[in-house]
């Protein structure tokens, strides 16, 4: 699969009009193991999260099931009022749709009263008026998507939601899911060792809609010491992991990564990736790579 210009823009406006820096920051890792309960030093994310506005980093994704109820409220504690970011909104995407019953389990479910309660409690932990980005995490089988979605346009026309997205959804999901509402993002598994996703990525782009991979950094093979990877990136003093989302920012214009970390210093080199420029003979090598 071919890659667009070397020289990618360093912005993406969500929805058309929500201006972001292409590469986000997501915040599922700010709570406790399996995704699970309290983060084992609040202030030390909260620290972690002022650090991201302060480096320019002005998109943040998180979800209420992110705990639950963990990462939106320290995102809240840290950040509101939210000033802007280099003259830019601080925009926080959030996600709805996922029950937890414990570390690592995951149940969804789309019922027009349980979404409605989630962003109520959105809005309330995040310490915002509106969601600059409200996203179905999962679509729940046993609740018909046009009934999910029809309660979240209801609370966009109430003014409580500006966008709205998808999250693990094939192209007739998201088309099926347009015939109730607009579809500005969607939040798929991809990066460049598990590109199953290229089909809704290519309708993406197609359609100007935000691409936002979770689990950017490829794993396996791909990225031990002494592969392909290792070599391009110390050829351009990078970090095979910075080679990957710097691929993913190369990949398509409307490709925003969101890596995320606990770690300032590894924010910091995550961040880097977006100033990284390959020759194309390198991109190629990558993509060879990966096949």
């Not at 996922?98 to 479910?109: E, S």
């Not at 709205?164 to 991809?190: D, F, H, P, W």
Request: proline share 7%.
């Amino acid at each position: 699969m071919s890659t667009t210009s070397n020289t990618p823009s360093k912005t993406f406006k969500i929805g058309g009009d929500l201006e972001v820096n292409r590469l986000g920051f997501g915040a599922m890792r700010i709570v406790g193991q399996g995704v699970w309960g309290p983060y084992k030093d609040p202030e030390a994310a909260r620290t972690l999260l002022r650090r991201v506005v302060e480096l320019g980093i002005n998109f943040i994704d998180t979800a209420d099931a992110y705990g639950p109820a963990v990462s939106e409220v320290l995102i809240g504690e840290a950040l509101a009022p939210y000033a802007p970011v280099n003259g830019m909104a601080t925009i926080i995407a959030t996600k709805g749709g996922l029950t937890r019953q414990g570390p690592n389990k995951w149940l969804p479910v789309g019922r027009p009263e349980y979404l409605i309660q989630e962003v109520e409690l959105s809005l309330r932990y995040l310490k915002r008026d509106i969601l600059d980005l409200w996203q179905l995490h999962r679509i729940d089988p046993k609740t018909p998507i046009a009934e999910s979605l029809g309660a979240i346009k209801d609370l966009q026309t109430a003014g409580k939601i500006k966008h709205v997205g998808l999250s693990e959804v094939t192209v007739a999901e998201i088309e099926e899911a347009r015939k109730t509402i607009e579809i500005v993002s969607v939040q798929n598994k991809y990066n460049l060792g598990d590109r199953a996703s290229e089909p809704v990525l290519e309708y993406c782009q197609q359609h100007n809609i935000a691409f936002i991979p979770w689990a950017p950094v490829a794993g396996g093979k791909l990225v031990e010491p002494g592969g392909k990877l290792d070599a391009i990136a110390k050829k351009y003093n990078a970090t095979v992991s910075q080679i990957c989302i710097a691929w993913l920012l190369h990949r398509s214009p409307v490709i925003l990564p969101i890596p995320g970390t606990t770690s300032i210093p590894h924010l910091e080199e995550n961040l880097k990736a977006a100033d990284l420029t390959l020759t194309e003979e390198d991109w190629q090598q990558i993509e060879a790579a990966a096949l």
